[in-house]
């Protein structure tokens, strides 16, 4: 049965930061794109950064420069790090793993930003 598995949020004060982990099970990591959505209440989930299996990456504009995905194929990981926090990235982040038709998702973390 397939597995992602998100850990690494919490609260943090504006500024902060926080680096998120999903670990991967029963899938072939290596060939998974992978990213990173995330929800707030009352909006729709929307795209965060992404990951393809060669390695390439792209971020929404409201996370570029702040916020860096990542993978280590040997850990069957991804990795979102985010930096200088802002109350407005407090959500439900959620990673995902897709490949052709196939696509599947984690449980969600809680990233709260607040004095």
């Known amino acids: 049965q397939v597995q992602l598995v998100e850990s690494g949020g919490g609260l943090v004060q504006p500024g902060g930061s926080l680096r998120l982990s999903c670990a991967a099970s029963?899938?072939?990591?290596?060939?998974?794109?992978m990213s990173w959505y995330r929800q707030a209440p009352g909006k729709q989930r929307e795209l965060v950064a992404h990951?393809?299996?060669?390695?390439?990456?792209n971020y929404a504009d409201s996370v570029k420069g702040r916020f860096t995905i990542s993978r280590d194929n040997t850990k069957n990981t991804v990795y979102l790090q985010m930096n200088n926090l802002k109350p407005e990235d407090t959500a439900v982040y959620y990673c995902?793993?897709?490949?052709?038709?196939?696509?599947?998702w984690g449980q969600g973390t809680q990233v709260t930003v607040s004095s």
């Open positions: 029963e899938i072939i990591f290596k060939l998974y794109a």
């Open positions: 990951i393809t299996s060669a390695g390439s990456t």
């Open positions: 995902k793993a897709g490949r052709l038709e196939r696509t599947y």
